[in-house]
């Protein structure tokens, strides 16, 4: 399981973001394809790294939310 950011980009797509995974980043038209996408570039990201024997960072779940 990792946490993942949606935010609504600039031309109208949702950006969805996994913190955790530096560079993991993908879009959907709607919030669902984003998350949809975001789930598979995961799960490549991670295949990637588990082939060229690196290590797999560990999610922790830690946010905060402020709105200034």
Request: aromatic content about 8%.
């Amino acid at each position: 399981m990792r946490q993942v950011f949606l935010n609504k980009g600039l031309d109208g797509f949702w950006v969805a973001e996994c913190p955790s995974l530096p560079g993991c980043i993908s879009q959907g038209e709607t919030k669902e394809l984003a998350l949809q996408n975001i789930k598979e570039a995961i799960e490549l990201y991670i295949e990637t790294l588990v082939d060229d024997n690196l290590p797999v960072p560990e999610e922790h779940f830690e946010s905060i939310l402020a709105v200034v």
